[in-house]
């Protein structure tokens, strides 16, 4: 059955810290897709980026990047010289190609807390 | 493109009393999906559209609960006889198509009394 793992509940860092959010997903199909996205106070889900699963170059966009492992089955992200802005909620969401829904599967997420 | 859309933001109600909420999606997009979110939780998958092809539901969506995309636009979730337990956060989201980024609006959130 499909299911993702954020183990980390709650993080607090201080600025300028790096923090890595952890990820494990499992799934039996053999093409599917990652997902990260930012919910912060206002509620909205955003969107951060998105791997499928032939994909396992490694990705940096400014302050962020992502490293997956289909090997150990992880997706994780790393914030580098973290700001206050970046306090949020953190999910990473999976969705598989045999589900022709599209739905997606959400870990239960990491509260990130950048402190001043 | 003004992303997607949902009304109302907020709603109270108390027990027994029918809500509905509306979502509109990114124009161009054909898929559109509802999900849940309760305090402290990830999103969970209600159902989604094709469309006006209501495609699945999920075990959780009660028959208590119906959703609707008449002409393939907007899409309307009612939920009947509201419980206290359907205090939640509903997300309504739209892709292109099923396997494309799902983009989200900003949520309903729903308390019930």
């Known amino acids: 059955a499909q299911k993702v793992t954020q183990a980390q509940t709650e993080i607090s860092v201080v600025e300028k810290e790096d923090v890595t959010l952890d990820c494990v997903y499992e799934t039996r199909d053999t093409t599917y897709y990652l997902f990260w996205y930012k919910q912060p106070p206002s509620g909205e889900l955003v969107f951060l980026i998105r791997r499928n699963s032939f994909d396992e170059q490694n990705e940096i966009s400014g302050r962020y990047s992502w490293n997956f492992q289909k090997s150990t089955s992880s997706f994780n992200f790393t914030i580098t010289a973290s700001q206050v802005v970046d306090s949020a909620v953190y999910f990473c969401a999976l969705s598989e190609r045999a589900n022709q829904g599209g739905k997606l599967i959400f870990g239960q997420g990491t509260e990130l807390s950048v402190k001043p | 493109d003004t992303g997607v859309s949902q009304d109302p933001r907020h709603k109270i109600t108390k027990r027994g009393q029918n809500v509905t909420f509306r979502c509109d999606p990114i124009?161009?997009?054909?898929?559109l999906y509802w999900y849940r979110q309760t305090l402290g939780q990830g999103p969970e998958f209600l159902t989604y559209f094709q469309n006006e092809a209501q495609l699945e539901k999920s075990r959780l969506l009660s028959d208590r609960f119906s959703a609707e995309r008449p002409k393939g636009s907007f899409s309307t979730l009612e939920i009947q006889r509201t419980e206290q337990g359907d205090s939640a956060m509903y997300l309504c989201?739209?892709?292109?198509?099923?396997?494309?980024?799902?983009?989200f609006g900003p949520g309903t959130r729903l308390t019930v009394l």
């Open positions: 989201a739209s892709s292109f198509g099923p396997i494309d980024t799902q983009y």
């Open positions: 124009s161009e997009h054909n898929r």
